[in-house]
């Protein structure tokens, strides 16, 4: 019988969402749905027929997340019929002393394995004959990967699968300048000859396909966005391995919310319809960052916020930067705005003669950034 698995991380439960100005009522929808995305995982997994249930790191998102945030979890961890397997990434890393570990082990049932130590974990007597090989993360930061235990391994212990879960970023796959996020190299998980790896930390499924077959490391990606730098729906893999060695990895979409940062040009009102049109089948959980540019006729230029005010009603959320967006310049606007005789009327209404309308723009632009 083939090993079918749920394979997620990332979930930063405790997250509060203070980094942009959110309304109070959104802000706490965005909380609530990161303990949601766990309760669709665990239900995902049990209509799945799934037997195990690896989270690959930061499941919670500070160490010291609160009390109530630990003992949610583990009930809704409790729901699932399989065994669940948790492993520290940076964000909730383990230390001998953690008030998080301690409490989340008071609170454990027998189903479910903390993947605190460097050392490997079977599951044979769950009847699953796999071995977990995890690298916990034991800080925030760190140059070095914990890897460095699975090397030193005289050699694996008898089981069908051997399967490493790791939090950290692979060097060419995840952005690590600084390299502080227990960088892995994909060599050196290879040499490591697992079946399979379940990785966390960065925050983007890959490899970027919805199936694939036996690959060097997978990343689950957060099973709900959590910001604008959140481009995707949120992700988990379910994951098949079979007695042959033969894999399959299946990507299934869980988030809730979209953040979408859109960048647009503006002509006239008629690109506000649009996008309005655009957005509508978006609904009301996606949240939107603006950013606008181009020009509008006068009176068309004075009601945009009325435009906004209809699309944030109909977002979750909207920010918008239109400092780009300006009036189109003619030489009815040039005459009202500027003194005859000054230099910006003098200057607008000779670019205006030129009929180009773009340096006319471009030029209006810069007189009022300067007079700004
Ligand atoms: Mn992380």
Request: aromatic share 10%; proline share 5%; net charge negative.
């Amino acid at each position: 019988m083939p090993l079918k698995l749920l394979h997620t991380a990332d979930f930063h439960l405790g997250m509060t969402f203070n980094n942009r100005p959110y309304p109070k009522d959104v802000r706490k929808q965005l909380v609530e749905a990161r303990f949601e995305a766990l309760a669709r995982a665990v239900e995902i997994a049990n209509n799945e027929k799934c037997v195990l249930l690896v989270i690959a790191g930061d499941l919670f998102h500070r160490a010291n997340v609160a009390a109530e945030s630990v003992v949610r979890a583990v009930d809704i961890l409790k729901r699932f019929e399989g065994v669940t397997a948790v492993l520290p990434g940076n964000h909730d890393y383990f230390e001998p002393y953690s008030t998080l570990w301690a409490l989340f082990r008071d609170e454990a049932f027998d189903e479910l394995v903390l993947l605190t130590e460097r050392k490997h974990y079977k599951l044979h007597d769950y009847g699953i004959e796999a071995v977990l090989y995890p690298a916990p993360c034991d800080s925030k930061h760190s140059a070095e990967n914990r890897l460095g235990w699975m090397k030193e391994l005289a050699g694996k212990s008898e089981a069908l699968w051997h399967i490493g879960v790791a939090h950290g970023t692979v060097r060419g796959v995840s952005p690590d300048f600084a390299e502080q996020y227990f960088p892995m190299e994909e060599s050196e998980l290879a040499a490591l000859k697992m079946d399979h790896w379940c990785l966390g930390h960065t925050h983007v499924c890959y490899p970027d396909l919805p199936e694939t077959g036996r690959e060097p490391f997978l990343y689950s990606g957060t099973p709900e966005p959590d910001g604008f730098d959140c481009r995707h729906r949120g992700t988990v893999w379910i994951t098949e391995l079979d007695d042959d060695g033969i894999q399959y990895s299946r990507k299934v979409e869980t988030g809730q919310f979209r953040f979408r940062e859109i960048e647009r040009e503006i002509r006239s009102s008629g690109d506000f319809e649009k996008m309005h049109k655009e957005l509508a089948e978006e609904g009301s959980k996606t949240l939107v960052k603006l950013k606008l540019c181009g020009s509008l006729p006068e009176s068309e230029y004075r009601e945009r916020h009325a435009f906004y005010d209809r699309l944030g009603e109909m977002l979750l959320y909207l920010e918008w930067d239109d400092s780009e967006l300006t009036v189109e310049i003619t030489p009815e606007v040039i005459d009202s705005k500027y003194p005859s005789g000054s230099f910006p009327h003098k200057f607008l209404r000779r670019m205006a003669e030129k009929g180009n309308p773009e340096a006319l723009q471009a030029a209006y632009r810069l007189i009022e950034g300067v007079r700004e």
